[in-house]
């Protein structure tokens, strides 16, 4: 599947830049609250992908709201990335 080809590679990326600048772990966790309420915690990877088409937007302004940092909308891509990848797991057709 290329989304999560996509989170998997955007994931390795987050855990790098976190190395360096632990205020993303923040910025995922707004993602995160966020998507808990879109998709549940209770949802397929289509319905995951689904909420990936549109998640640059609202994922954007959950950060802005919620663990805004300077220079934080340059990782907005890794930290959506990660964010999808790690939730994946908790699909309810999730497999490795």
Do not use: C, M
């Amino acid at each position: 599947n290329l989304a999560r080809s996509e989170w998997a590679e955007g994931s390795r990326r987050f855990d790098e830049a976190v190395k360096a600048d632990h205020r993303l772990l923040a910025a995922s966790e707004a993602v995160i609250d966020e998507l808990r309420r879109r998709v549940g915690q209770t949802f397929t990877l289509e319905e995951l992908v689904s909420a990936y088409e549109t998640a640059e937007r609202w994922a954007y302004a959950a950060v802005a709201d919620h663990a805004p940092f300077p220079g934080w909308p340059r990782w907005l891509t890794d930290v959506l990335d990660a964010t999808f990848h790690h939730y994946a797991r908790g699909a309810t057709d999730y497999a490795p």
